[in-house]
C-alpha cells in the first residue's frame, strides 16, 4: 500500500491544491519507509495524476475541494481529509485506525477555509478562470 500525504516541514500541508511536495509512504509486510516527492509544479487538477502515477492507494490531508476528491476518487485513491499533524503521526494513526479525520471535509465556495489561517479570497485567487482545489468562482 501507498499513502500519500501533502508536505512542509515535517507537517500535512493545509491546501491539497497548491502542494508543492508530497511524503509518499509504503508500507510492506509491516514496514513503513517514506520518501518526499516534489510535484514539479504540478498543481490542482493534475495531482491526482501525480499521485496514481505514483501507484498511491491513500491520500491524508487537510483542506480539499471537491472537484480534487472526485478526480482522486476516478484515480481510485482513498481521501482522509481535514487532517493535522505531523505526517508521520498521521500515518501511525492510519495505520493503527486511529486517524482522526473529516469524512465531509470540502471547500465548496468562494470564502472557505482550509484551516490554515486564511481563506481563498485572502490568497489573491480573484479571476474567473481560476479553481482553488475545486471552487470554482
Same mark, same amino acid.
Given at each position: 500500500?501507498?499513502?500519500?500525504?501533502?508536505? +512542509? #516541514?515535517?507537517?500535512?500541508y493545509?491546501?491539497?491544491? &497548491?502542494?508543492?511536495?508530497?511524503?509518499?509512504?509504503?508500507?510492506? @509486510?509491516? @514496514?513503513?519507509?517514506?520518501?518526499?516527492? #516534489?510535484?514539479? !509544479?504540478?498543481? =490542482?487538477?493534475?495531482?491526482? !495524476?501525480? %499521485?496514481?502515477?505514483? !501507484?498511491?492507494?491513500? %491520500?491524508? *490531508?487537510?483542506?480539499?475541494?471537491?472537484?480534487?476528491?472526485?478526480? %482522486? !476518487?476516478?484515480?481510485g485513491?482513498?481521501?482522509?481529509?481535514?487532517?493535522?499533524?505531523?505526517?508521520?503521526?498521521?500515518? +501511525?494513526?492510519?495505520?493503527?485506525? #486511529?486517524?482522526?479525520? #473529516?469524512? @465531509?471535509?470540502?471547500?465548496? &465556495? =468562494? +470564502?472557505?477555509?482550509?484551516g490554515?489561517?486564511?481563506? *481563498?479570497?485572502? =490568497?489573491? *485567487?480573484?479571476?474567473?478562470?481560476?479553481? *482553488?482545489?475545486?471552487?470554482? =468562482?
Open positions: 500500500m501507498k499513502i500519500a500525504v501533502p508536505y +512542509e #516541514d515535517g507537517k500535512v493545509q491546501h491539497f491544491g &497548491h502542494s508543492e511536495k508530497f511524503k509518499i509512504y509504503t508500507v510492506e @509486510n509491516g @514496514n513503513v519507509s517514506g520518501e518526499v516527492v #516534489d510535484t514539479d !509544479g504540478t498543481g =490542482h487538477g493534475a495531482l491526482a !495524476g501525480f %499521485l496514481k502515477v505514483r !501507484g498511491v492507494d491513500v %491520500l491524508i *490531508c487537510g483542506g480539499i475541494g471537491g472537484g480534487a476528491i472526485a478526480a %482522486l !476518487g476516478s484515480a485513491i482513498r481521501v482522509f481529509g481535514g487532517v493535522e499533524g505531523e505526517t508521520d503521526a498521521v500515518v +501511525e494513526a492510519f495505520l493503527k485506525g #486511529d486517524l482522526s479525520y #473529516d469524512p @465531509n471535509v470540502k471547500c465548496s &465556495h =468562494h +470564502e472557505h477555509d482550509h490554515e489561517g486564511h481563506s *481563498c479570497g485572502a =490568497h489573491g *485567487c480573484h479571476s474567473d478562470d481560476h479553481s *482553488c482545489g475545486g471552487c470554482r =468562482h
